[in-house]
């Protein structure tokens, strides 16, 4: 299975806006350099656990939301790093697979919380996200990920 990249954002802060960039550069235990959580600056940082290096969601999850409840997210407004398209995340989970030259690790789902809901200010986000929220991963081998690289997954 494979598909492609067609967003990139990061956030320098907690809560800071997302920023769309057209690469960023993955580094092992740390993060997407620029982002909020390489800095150790995100809203779960001094959170213990896996998955906070980088975020995916699925491009057909924003639109299935916007489909079945009305909200219209922009990319950026899911707080995921990396926006897909043509790959089932929830697949990835315990899973490692190749996004461009970069080796990430799917940890488990990122499924929506309350801190999403009152960033987005759409009560329907919360429930029209559940399972399909996107991919907490951890990145095992670094280097570039860059909008239109492919992901392969095995």
Aim: proline letters at 3%; charged letters at 25%; a negative charge.
């Amino acid at each position: 299975m494979s598909g492609e990249v067609i967003h990139i954002h990061i956030a320098p802060q907690a809560e800071a806006g997302m920023v769309s960039v057209p690469q960023a550069n993955a580094v092992v235990g740390r993060g997407l350099e620029g982002d909020r959580y390489f800095g150790k600056a995100g809203t779960w940082s001094e959170t213990p656990g896996s998955g906070r290096e980088v975020t995916l969601i699925e491009s057909e999850m924003i639109e299935a939301l916007e489909r079945d409840t009305g909200v219209r997210l922009s990319p950026g407004q899911s707080r995921r790093n990396i926006t897909t398209r043509g790959v089932s995340l929830n697949e990835l989970v315990d899973q490692e697979f190749r996004v461009g030259d970069v080796v990430l690790r799917g940890t488990r789902l990122a499924d929506p919380c309350a801190h999403l809901q009152r960033m987005v200010g759409q009560d329907a986000v919360l429930k029209g996200l559940v399972h399909r929220g996107g991919l907490r991963c951890d990145i095992v081998s670094g280097g570039a990920i860059r909008v239109g690289d492919t992901i392969i997954t095995e």
